[in-house]
């Protein structure tokens, strides 16, 4: 079990993390201005998922592996490279929607869900992060490793559960303006779809 000082200052720093500019809350924020506060969370809930894979792996040494095949970092980095660049496509060519929708309605759920899934899961910078930062945290003195980096990772998923919903709530009440307009939507879709292109570019030149 973690000390509950550690607990906190990981918590701490974790929050803090989560609002400083990233792929993924950019995504998050981006996603919550075209769609809706309901969309943006779903999205989050997908990243969080994603995380959780993320933490089984390096709870196993299953991450370790990965890192140090540069086979599978080049692979997963052009997968998420190539999604990236899907969702720019999409979001350039998207027509504006001004119609009295509830919010998230505008895509499904489960296609919202997906992004966010599917766009933490194939950022292999978040694997090399999750080495880097996590073990600072644990002890062999505590006990066993796997636990602590259990709870480290659920830690950091109730972090970014804060960090990321502040960023999908208030994007999404910016958004909402926007929304009525058909020109301020497209306008809105077109830096959307410039913005996951820049972060596919970021993506495929990164370096492990």
Not at 16 to 31: C, E, H, I, K, R
Not at 134 to 153: C, H, K, N, Y
């Amino acid at each position: 079990m973690l000390p509950v000082d550690v607990a906190a200052s990981f918590l701490g720093i974790a929050i803090l993390l989560g609002f400083s500019p990233g792929p993924d809350n950019v995504f998050v924020l981006m996603q919550s201005a075209m769609q809706g506060r309901r969309a943006g969370m779903l999205v989050v809930l997908g990243l969080c998922t994603g995380l959780i894979v993320h933490t089984t792996a390096i709870a196993f040494g299953l991450a370790a592996v990965f890192a140090a095949s540069a086979t599978a970092f080049t692979v997963l980095k052009f997968t998420g490279a190539a999604y990236l660049l899907y969702m720019a496509y999409g979001a350039f060519n998207a027509p504006a929607d001004t119609a009295d929708k509830p919010e998230g309605e505008r895509l499904a759920a489960r296609s919202l869900y997906l992004r966010g899934f599917v766009m933490n899961l194939t950022n292999p910078k978040v694997v090399l992060f999750f080495l880097a930062f996590l073990p600072q945290f644990v002890s062999a003195e505590r006990g066993p490793l796997a636990p602590q980096f259990i709870q480290l990772g659920a830690l950091f998923i109730i972090a970014t559960l804060i960090a990321f919903g502040s960023i999908a709530w208030f994007a999404a009440t910016a958004g909402q303006f926007l929304r009525k307009s058909a020109r301020a939507q497209i306008a809105l879709n077109r830096v959307a779809a410039t913005v996951f292109a820049g972060l596919a570019v970021k993506l495929a030149m990164a370096q492990r």
